[in-house]
């Protein structure tokens, strides 16, 4: 059953115990969430955030898979520079990631930050040099930042793609 406030409950004295266990606080800002208690669950994410997800004394580290899914939690409060930012932690982690860098760029398309959106999509057209919406999201990025000469090379290189892949 939906029984969030004892789940809320045990975690929070669990947490006293150990107070270091990213699992355990992750999972208790899951609860709040999950209790229409979204400011409280932010709380703890930005701290789980802020460090790394790394435990100290007792508890587990968080994953990159977690890291990613509370960047995906700021970028659905609109937390949008916040987003980009947690993505960027996790590609410290993982370097090559897709799904964080699309991502990232999306963070940075929702600040209108053509810049960033540019930088990222081609560190994606270095990595899969034929996939044709991260020249699109190069195009974008380089429109945004009113930066035409890129813009129409960007363009250029997106048509001169001899094959698509998606």
């Known amino acids: ?13 669990y947490l006293a115990w150990v ?11 899951t609860a709040f ?7 409280s669950a932010r709380a ?3 701290k789980l955030i802020a460090s790394g997800g790394n ?30 930012a ?9 370097p090559y990631w897709r799904d964080a860098m699309v991502n990232q760029a999306n963070a940075y398309r929702a600040l209108k930050d053509g810049p960033n959106v540019a930088k990222t999509a081609q ?14 999201m190069a195009a974008q990025g380089y429109k945004d930042a009113k ?3 890129q813009l129409v090379a960007a363009l250029t290189a997106h048509e001169a793609l001899p094959i698509s892949l998606d």
Do not use: C, H, W
């Not at 059953?1 to 004295?13: D, H, L, M, S, V």
């Not at 699992?23 to 800002?29: M, T, V």
């Open 44 to 46: 703890i994410e930005s």
């Open 86 to 94: 947690t993505f960027g932690k996790v590609l410290e982690k993982r």
């Open 147 to 149: 930066n035409q000469a």
């Open 123 to 136: 560190r994606r057209i270095d990595i899969e040099p034929l996939n044709e919406y991260d020249y699109q």
């Open 55 to 84: 435990a100290s004394a007792g508890g587990e580290a968080l994953s990159p898979e977690d890291i990613l899914d509370l960047a995906l939690k700021q970028f659905s409060d609109k937390s949008y520079a916040d987003a980009a």
């Open 1 to 13: 059953g939906k029984r969030y406030p004892e789940a809320i409950t045990a975690f929070e004295r």
């Open 19 to 29: 107070p270091e266990d990213p699992a355990a606080s992750k999972a208790l800002a």
């Open 33 to 39: 969430r999950a209790a229409n208690m979204p400011d």
